[in-house]
């Protein structure tokens, strides 16, 4: 059975830091790429970063480059989100995704299983 565990999430004053973490099982973690996606109340589900676990070439959406940073790490099964100087428009609930095949996408299309979500509040 697929599972993505998202932890991490919580609330921070604007300008501060959290590290998102996502603890996958029951696939080959190498053949897959891992996104991270959010949504806003009344907004759609976007794209935020991905990674793709075969040779760790990422994608960043434009809102969060130079902010955001995505690691993997394949021995583990997880993959982290390191979100710094944090705004309020950051907030949202973050999800973390899978896709079949290793190119990474912040295309929320292509994936193939989610997880529950994190909620992230930044507070101004």
């Known amino acids: 059975e697929v599972q993505l565990v998202e932890s991490g999430g919580g609330l921070v004053q604007t300008g501060g830091s959290l590290r998102l973490s996502c603890a996958a099982s029951?696939?080959?973690?190498?053949?897959?790429?891992i996104g991270w996606f959010r949504q806003a109340p009344g907004k759609e589900r976007e794209g935020v970063s991905s990674?793709?676990?075969?040779?760790?070439?990422?994608f960043y959406a434009d809102s969060v480059k130079g902010r955001f940073t995505i690691s993997s790490d394949n021995a583990k099964n997880t993959v982290h989100l390191q979100m710094n100087s944090l705004k309020p428009e950051d907030t949202a609930v973050y999800y973390c995704?899978?896709?079949?095949?290793?190119?990474?996408?912040?295309?929320?299309?292509?994936?193939?299983?989610w997880g529950q979500g994190t909620q992230v509040t930044v507070s101004s």
């Open positions: 995704a899978a896709k079949i095949g290793p190119t990474g996408t912040i295309a929320t299309i292509w994936y193939d299983y």
């Open positions: 029951g696939f080959t973690f190498e053949d897959h790429a």
């Open positions: 990674i793709s676990n075969s040779d760790g070439r990422t």
